[in-house]
């Protein structure tokens, strides 16, 4: 029953760790995003408004935290790799083979129509693992602090930033005179 499930797992992310640590963070988000907002659902001590409320907030706090945290690293992600298959991140051997064959790749070497993956297809003396070793490492290292940015950054300030907005719009805000007792 595991071995079929662990087999998927290491076809589909072997090569790409950065990959799996985009899709097991998002489906964290959205497991305990479910988990938040069931538990208050649940929740019989919380008054009906007061839930209805909350749920609402969960849910939307459950958006931004998913959305954000997917798009950063998936961004970060595609942009690491992007940049080593122009070999713009490169290891010392692939930077010596592409160097070695100028007249094929010198100019395009950091540009968008250098694809090293379309590269290594056609030509089997290319350093194909130490390849795939820089570009996982860059990537996973890069979608590593993506992850702690989107997740300690930016979400709790677009969280905050979209619940006062929401806060500011739906709700009133009555303003008291000032009492006699305050100096100013």
């Known amino acids: 029953m595991i071995k079929s499930p662990l087999a998927w797992i290491y076809q589909n992310f072997k090569k790409n760790t950065a990959k799996m640590l985009v899709a097991t963070g998002t489906l964290g988000w959205v497991l305990s995003s479910i988990a938040q907002v069931g538990a208050i659902y649940l929740n019989d001590k919380i008054p009906k408004e007061q839930k209805t409320f909350l749920v609402s907030q969960e849910a939307l706090d459950a958006f931004i935290n998913i959305a954000s945290f997917f798009a950063i690293t998936q961004m970060t992600k ?69 992850s702690i940015f989107a997740s300690n950054v930016v979400t709790p300030v677009l969280r905050n930033t979209v619940a006062a907005d929401i806060h500011n719009k739906y709700f009133n805000h009555k303003t008291y005179p000032p009492s006699g007792n305050m100096k100013i």
């Open 78 to 146: 595609k942009v690491i790799s992007k940049m080593a298959s122009t070999g713009k991140l490169a290891s010392e051997k692939v930077r010596t083979y592409l160097n070695k064959h100028k007249d094929l790749y010198g100019d395009k070497v950091g540009k968008l129509s250098l694809d090293l993956d379309k590269v290594l297809e056609k030509d089997i003396h290319f350093p194909t693992k130490s390849y795939y070793s820089t570009k996982n490492f860059a990537t996973t290292v890069g979608t590593v602090g993506a």
